[in-house]
């Protein structure tokens, strides 16, 4: 269990090498739908995730705008956190990839508990889908014996 809870934080990854560079685009994707929600007009909340913000009083759509750059700078801290782990502390790679897990699922589980009107479905709704499976496919190849 020390490859997930490592007693000494380095840039050692003893996993599949594949981790890291598919980690790494998990990483430019997460930093790239940050800086979108936080200086996109809309916040990405009509544009990309097709809230009817038009529909909504002005104030309405202000606070749903705010709310879209707030989980955008909330994006940008866990990507912050997956470049650090890239460039100095690869060992934090496996404990990395359980968070997006658990966010990734998380969002899918808000979901549909707190339904929000939308006109489409957004792509990264769908996005959240592959992630899933995928983060845990690389958590078993973050393994040890998966380097060899």
Avoid: C, K
């Avoid at 981790?19 to 790494?24: E, G, I, M």
């Amino acid at each position: 269990m020390t490859w997930l809870l490592p007693p000494q934080l380095d840039n050692r990854f003893p996993g599949h090498r594949l981790v890291v560079a598919v980690f790494a685009l998990l990483t430019a994707l997460t930093v790239g739908r940050s800086l979108f929600h936080i200086f996109a007009p809309d916040g990405g909340a009509q544009s990309v995730a097709h809230i009817p913000l038009s529909t909504y009083p002005a104030p309405a759509a202000d606070a749903v705008i705010f709310l879209f750059s707030l989980w955008g700078l909330s994006q940008l801290m866990m990507g912050a956190l997956y470049v650090i782990a890239l460039l100095r502390y690869r060992s934090l790679i496996p404990l990395l990839l359980v968070l997006m897990f658990v966010e990734y699922a998380g969002r899918i589980t808000i979901g549909h508990l707190r339904v929000i009107e939308t006109t489409a479905t957004a792509p990264g709704s769908i996005l959240d889908y592959v992630v899933i499976p995928l983060s845990l496919v690389l958590l078993y190849l973050s393994r040890p014996s998966a380097g060899r």
